[in-house]
C-alpha cells in the first residue's frame, strides 16, 4: 500500500498517518517533520527554509522534492509508505508521480481529511507549538486553498482519491479510512 494523506494543516493527517504506520506496517514520510528536523539542526536547506515556515509560507516546491527524492533514491527506499503533508501542490503531485513512476511504484489511495478552517485554527492553537498562532496558521489555510482544489481534481482523475471527514473520535475518523483503503 502506498497512501497519500492530504488535508487542512491540523486536521489530524499526523495522527492518522502514526495510527496507518503502527497498523498497517507503512513507512511513515512527513515532509514537516524532516524540514523542522532540518531547521533543528541547522543545515543548509533548514536555514533556507526557516524564514518561510515561521512566515507560515510554503516551502518551494523544488526543494520539498529534492527531500523525497532522495528519501526514494536511497537504499532503504520505503516500498509501503504513507506521506503526510506531501505533496501540497500540484507541481509536487507531478513530481511525485514521475518520482514513483521512475521507482516502479504505484500510488494505491489518496485519502482527503476534510474539516471546517474554524475547527483547525482551534485544534492548532490548541497544540501549543512555536510555529502556530492565528496569523500564521490563517496564512496557511489560504494557500493550503489555493492549491487543494488543483490536487484533488489530478487525483480523483487518477482515480485514486476518496473523501474521509477529519471531526469526530480519531479511531472513528481511523475506522473509515481502514474501510476507504479496503484494509483489514
Given at each position: 500500500?502506498?497512501?497519500?494523506?492530504?488535508?487542512?494543516?491540523?486536521?489530524?493527517?499526523?495522527?492518522?498517518?502514526?495510527?496507518?504506520?503502527?497498523?498497517?506496517?507503512l513507512t511513515?514520510?512527513?515532509?514537516?517533520?524532516?524540514?523542522?528536523?532540518?531547521i533543528a539542526?541547522?543545515?543548509?536547506?533548514?536555514?533556507?527554509?526557516?524564514?518561510?515556515?515561521?512566515?507560515?509560507?510554503?516551502?518551494?516546491?523544488?526543494?520539498?522534492?529534492?527531500?523525497?527524492?532522495?528519501?526514494?533514491?536511497?537504499?532503504?527506499?520505503?516500498?509501503?509508505?504513507v506521506t503526510?503533508?506531501?505533496?501540497?501542490?500540484?507541481?509536487?503531485?507531478?513530481?511525485?508521480?514521475?518520482?514513483?513512476?521512475?521507482?516502479?511504484?504505484?500510488?494505491?489511495?489518496?485519502?482527503?481529511?476534510?474539516?471546517?478552517?474554524?475547527?483547525?485554527?482551534?485544534?492548532?492553537?490548541?497544540?501549543?507549538?512555536?510555529?502556530?498562532?492565528?496569523?500564521?496558521?490563517?496564512?496557511?489555510?489560504?494557500?493550503?486553498?489555493?492549491?487543494?482544489?488543483?490536487?484533488?481534481?489530478?487525483?480523483?482523475?487518477?482515480?485514486?482519491?476518496?473523501?474521509?471527514?477529519?471531526?469526530?473520535?480519531?479511531?472513528?475518523?481511523?475506522?473509515?479510512?481502514?474501510?476507504?483503503?479496503?484494509?483489514?
Amino acid at each position: 500500500m502506498r497512501l497519500v494523506l492530504l488535508g487542512l494543516p491540523g486536521c489530524g493527517k499526523g495522527t492518522q498517518a502514526r495510527l496507518l504506520v503502527e497498523r498497517l506496517g507503512l513507512t511513515y514520510i512527513g515532509t514537516g517533520d524532516i524540514l523542522r528536523d532540518a531547521i533543528a539542526r541547522g543545515t543548509e536547506m533548514g536555514r533556507e527554509v526557516a524564514p518561510l515556515m515561521e512566515r507560515g509560507l510554503l516551502v518551494p516546491d523544488h526543494r520539498v522534492n529534492d527531500v523525497v527524492a532522495e528519501l526514494f533514491r536511497g537504499e532503504s527506499r520505503p516500498e509501503k509508505f504513507v506521506t503526510d503533508g506531501y505533496p501540497r501542490t500540484y507541481a509536487q503531485a507531478i513530481s511525485f508521480d514521475a518520482l514513483l513512476r521512475l521507482e516502479h511504484l504505484d500510488l494505491t489511495h489518496v485519502i482527503l481529511l476534510t474539516i471546517s478552517d474554524d475547527e483547525v485554527v482551534r485544534r492548532m492553537l490548541a497544540r501549543g507549538r512555536e510555529d502556530d498562532n492565528e496569523d500564521t496558521i490563517r496564512r496557511r489555510l489560504n494557500e493550503f486553498h489555493k492549491n487543494n482544489d488543483t490536487l484533488v481534481e489530478h487525483y480523483t482523475r487518477c482515480g485514486v482519491l476518496r473523501e474521509i471527514p477529519a471531526v469526530g473520535a480519531v479511531e472513528d475518523i481511523h475506522a473509515n479510512i481502514v474501510r476507504a483503503l479496503g484494509a483489514k
